[in-house]
């Protein structure tokens, strides 16, 4: 075969190719995007941590964070990834005397400010199943912003 016998078909080939790359590398993926963030808002963006309007992470993923006015995570995931952001009530209630030394905020609004963000994976019908977990991005920045005086500078400003 003759590369001149090739030259007709060179151009429909070559156009197809085009079309087939801008199709599936740029219109699919951003119908995909658009689809998805519909149905799960922030989800497309990594589910962003909001600190004062600025993002300070991601609350699919735990926060290394080494300060002993907040919750850590990393010692005790429940995952075995090691960055889950969550862990069970005991590893948080374990932490609170460490919180409050170093914040000045008493223990027991800390126990309580624990009990209001204990949460559950369960569903409607299998709720006695799951375990109990403690969202600790979620638990530190509320704490950030009930105590202002507490957590200066802990927010991009």
């Given at each position: 075969m003759k590369v001149q016998d090739l030259r007709p078909h060179?151009?429909?080939?070559?156009?197809?190719?085009?079309?087939?790359?801008?199709?599936?590398?740029?219109?699919?993926?951003?119908?995909?995007?658009?689809?998805?963030e519909s149905l799960n808002p922030g989800a497309a963006a990594g589910n962003p941590l909001m600190c004062d309007g600025h993002a300070v992470g991601s609350s699919l993923s735990g926060q290394n964070v080494s300060s002993p006015k907040l919750f850590h995570v990393r010692n005790a995931s429940t995952s075995a990834s090691g960055i889950d952001p969550d862990i069970t009530p005991a590893d948080a209630y374990s932490q609170v005397p460490t919180v409050?030394?170093?914040?000045?905020?008493?223990?027991?609004?800390?126990d309580y400010l624990l009990q209001q963000n204990i949460n559950t994976?369960?569903?409607a019908n299998l709720g006695f199943l799951a375990p109990e977990y403690?969202?600790?991005?979620?638990?530190?920045?509320?704490?950030?912003?009930?105590?202002?005086?507490?957590?200066?500078?802990f927010c991009p400003t």
């Open positions: 060179l151009r429909p080939i070559l156009s197809l190719l085009a079309v087939l790359v801008v199709l599936l590398m740029a219109a699919y993926p951003a119908v995909l995007t658009g689809i998805d409050a030394n170093a914040t000045g905020i008493p223990t027991s609004s800390l994976n369960a569903d403690v969202d600790v991005n979620a638990l530190n920045l509320e704490l950030i912003e009930l105590y202002p005086s507490v957590y200066v500078g």
